[in-house]
């Protein structure tokens, strides 16, 4: 099937005539969650996303499934308690796609914090969840395991647990569990305008298809409540719902900025991530193993009003990243040569203060908000470890809208099952694999993984070089996952884009790749080199470094 065939059939839900229940504007992993709730209770639903699924801040977070320690320190725990449950149930449900990372903070005299309030602070974690993760190692223990960190003055370190994910596999996993329970949904699909009845009520949205920029096709969709899980773009659609109504708007969303880098393994070896303070500004910031790299971040900034451009980083935090990394590991002195990749993402903060009493980003709280303008639900803010918290939230707010039955109303107020199927793979070709990455494509793919191993060429079971991508997901990709763009493929479907040299376009990974587009996409020569082009720039200018 050629990508004009797949669109067709991508698009074929918009001519139903009867209104949908649920329309969902935003495919990251609150939409997602939101879609798996609804569709799992028995409701229509409809997701759209204006450009690729995860393409805002749900591909471009730090990866981390956490607990929420830093709620422990204000005296939330409450927020923590609900953070470590969900934790430890996609540890439980998603293994392969969420998994145990240990966390160890090095201690220093002099420095904040001394080990004694940290592990405070650990034994509390632990209660909360139930288990015992924390350990401390005195200072000779921990050297002998961990040379390659600066001595001077070192006392010792804390071990803790969380998790660790690839987020966008992570949305494209919940959307599948939605799509199984009966949900639609469609990338590259914009809302241009909300649909209001006399009223002044929000009755649904005109869409307009962005695949391709000659497409002038829109759609008008009703359904009977519209939710806006937009993230920090999500002020954009509140100010048209409360516009139309006559209402004045204030804005809630702070985008603050969060940038990382991506280096070698070889260049800074470890196995376990890092968290410590910025000598700089005290900061908390992370070094961590991922994809087989190693994850240099995350800042914390201001972000300027957003547009439907791509986030990137700057120099000032390239600098301040790699200050960071160095002040704690000896004889690394990572610098830009260095650098694999980067991603920068806009966090959706909740503010609290107005002009001129702003705290700092890292201050503000990380709690989602859910609004009700209209008959338009708006959500924002929250966590990646919470979406499926943030959903059910959500559905309660729906109800004050929807004109459901009790039984439908009812099923909105239980607390879900679990969040993924996992079905045992049946065929033959799963048991010819590895007994590691049968586990990471079980948890990657779940529902889809029997579809995936039935496409796959013979030699598609081969591993992208220097990846734990095996060819067989690339394909699976472009024929089912709605692919539009190369960098659909290389940055969200699988990361080749962030863990490979030149955003993975050496020549033997590209003649592969060139070969597979054109066997599931139908791209000519023309096609191909249109979206070489169009990725390289992407990347070079959003995924690599910053111009000097």
Known sequence: MNQSKQRQQALAPLARSKPWDMLIIGGGITGAGIARE?????????????????????SRSSKMVHGGLRYIASGDYKTTLLSVRERERLLDEAS??????????????????????????LRVYDKIAGKRYFKYFKKDAFLRLNPNIKQDKFLGASQFSDAITDDSRLVMRVLDEAVHDGAQA?????????????????????????????????FDIHAKVVVSATGAWADTLRRQARAQSGHSFHQQIRPSRGSHLVVSQERLPIQQAYTFLHPADKRAVFVFPWENRTVLGTTDLDHPPLNDQEVGITNEEVDYLLDATNSLFNETDLNREDIISTWAGVRPLISDGGDGKRVSPSKEKRDHSVWLDNNLVTVSGGKLTTFRLIALDVLAKCQEVLDLDDSATQNLNTNSDQVFNNPTPTHA????????????????????????????????????TDSNTIWAEIRFAARYEQVIHLDDLLLRRTRLGLILPHGAMTPLISARLKQICQQELGWNEQKWQQEVARYSELWQRYYHLPAA
């Open 38 to 58: 609804a569709a799992r209770r028995g409701l229509s639903v409809l997701l759209i996303e204006q450009k690729d699924f995860a393409w805002g801040t749900s």
């Open 96 to 121: 392969g796609l969420v998994n145990e990372m240990h966390y160890v903070m090095p201690h220093y005299k002099g420095k904040f914090p001394p080990p004694w309030i940290f592990n405070t602070l």
């Open 186 to 218: 469609i990338n590259y699909l914009k809302a241009e305008s909300l649909l209001t009845n006399e009223q002044g009520l929000v009755v649904g949205a005109t869409l307009k298809d962005t695949a391709s920029n000659n497409s002038n096709q829109t």
């Open 429 to 464: 070709k799963f048991a010819t694999l590895p007994k590691l990455l049968q586990q990471r494509l079980q948890g990657f793919y779940g529902l889809q993984l029997d579809n995936l191993l039935a496409l796959a060429h013979d030699d598609d079971l081969a591993y992208v």
